[in-house]
């Protein structure tokens, strides 16, 4: 059996990152799988500060995007997160076979506290991934489709799993991630040596799947490039190579097509070529969002029926497990 879960949070606009390194694939596992879930994880967008009007939207704008990128409520599970109160209870028991220096390695943990510090860093951060394993465990995931940058929280998933499971008996499935090799780690156009992120300072660091023609070609043209002007990939290119990986990813053309197509014309010729591809492929889901979006009171109702399904699977694992513990009457 092929179970399928993953999620995002709504704690920004949406990028091309994610969606090349997440909803991509999700779309094309939801025909394969057996059971696809797909989550809103708002209780993890709290981990840092949220404003909660800005969060409410988020979080129906994540819905539809889900929606427009072709995500299809018959043959998937969406739901939000935090109308599912087995999420933060299964997190609570699975804090109880964590421990501390798991968490302590996790580089998400040791990227996010810098950026303040870590005696103002919420406990809520440091315990983000086990949330996250909950989320997993809960539905008999075998996969979890993401990004790179979440190898190591699905690998923490996996040994609470088998913790849990030789502690109590037999009680959890045991995911693995599955990472598409070509987009797993798009980077920032502001800054290649760091990926593309919500939570960037600048809104140059990333193409919004909702941002227009206009947006999307100042971006590129001021996205940065390398040293040499030869449109080519190479490690000591970073720039460069990831513009062509994105590019190859918008365009169904290889890298190696479109670098001989650019071969002796310059970063401007290249940087248009590229722009028009972002914006032809983005337009027909930014299409579709925009009706989605329009019609809030259908989008609920299939939030809601998503959290009804979700609720008959997570209930029966919680039930389970507390059964294993030896919790309750
Ligand atoms: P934040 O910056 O707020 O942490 P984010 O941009 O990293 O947000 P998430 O909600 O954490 O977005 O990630 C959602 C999914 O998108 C995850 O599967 C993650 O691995 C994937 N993802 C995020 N950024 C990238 C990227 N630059 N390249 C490829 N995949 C990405
Ligand atoms: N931490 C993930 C989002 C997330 C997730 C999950 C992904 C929360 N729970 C369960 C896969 C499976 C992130 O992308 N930052």
């Known amino acids: 059996m092929k179970k399928v879960f993953s999620g995002i949070q709504p704690s920004g606009v949406i990028h091309l990152g994610n969606y090349l390194g997440a909803i991509k694939q999700w779309v094309e596992l939801q025909d394969e799988a057996d059971q696809a879930v797909f989550c809103i994880v708002d209780l993890h967008a709290i981990t840092v500060p949220q404003d909660p009007k800005t969060l409410k939207q988020n979080i129906l704008s994540v819905a539809a995007l889900y929606l427009a990128a072709g995500i299809d409520p018959n043959k998937s599970i969406i739901f939000v997160q935090s109308s599912r109160p087995e999420h933060a209870e299964l997190a609570w028991i699975l804090n109880t076979v964590t ?85 797993a780690r798009i980077m920032g156009l502001d800054d290649p040596a760091k990926k593309m992120s919500k939570s960037a300072q600048s809104a140059l660091n990333y193409i919004a799947i909702l941002d227009d023609a206009e947006t999307i070609a100042n971006k590129i043209k001021r996205a940065v490039t390398d040293s040499e002007s030869e449109i080519k990939v190479g490690a000591e290119k970073p720039a460069i190579t990831n513009l062509l990986n994105i590019f190859a990813e918008v365009s169904d053309q290889s890298v190696a097509e479109i670098e001989q197509e650019f071969q002796g014309k310059n970063y401007g010729q290249f940087k248009k070529s590229l722009a028009e591809a972002i914006v032809a492929y983005l337009k027909p889901i930014q299409e579709k969002y925009d009706k989605i979006i329009q019609d809030e009171d259908s989008l609920k109702k299939i939030l809601e029926d998503g959290s009804r399904r979700a609720k008959i699977l997570a209930e029966k694992t919680l039930l389970d497990v507390k059964e294993k513990i030896g919790l309750g009457l």
């Open 99 to 183: 421990k501390m220096g798991e968490l302590s390695r996790m580089t998400q943990f040791k990227d996010k506290s810098q950026k303040t510090s870590i005696e103002s860093a919420s406990v809520g951060l440091f315990d983000y991934p086990v949330l996250m394993a909950a989320d997993i465990l809960l539905y008999g995931t075998t996969h979890v489709p993401v990004g790179e940058d979440q190898k190591q929280h699905v690998e923490l998933a996996r040994d609470l799993a088998l913790r849990f499971n030789s502690r109590y008996g037999t009680t959890f499935t045991v995911p693995e991630p599955l990472i598409r090799r070509e987009s």
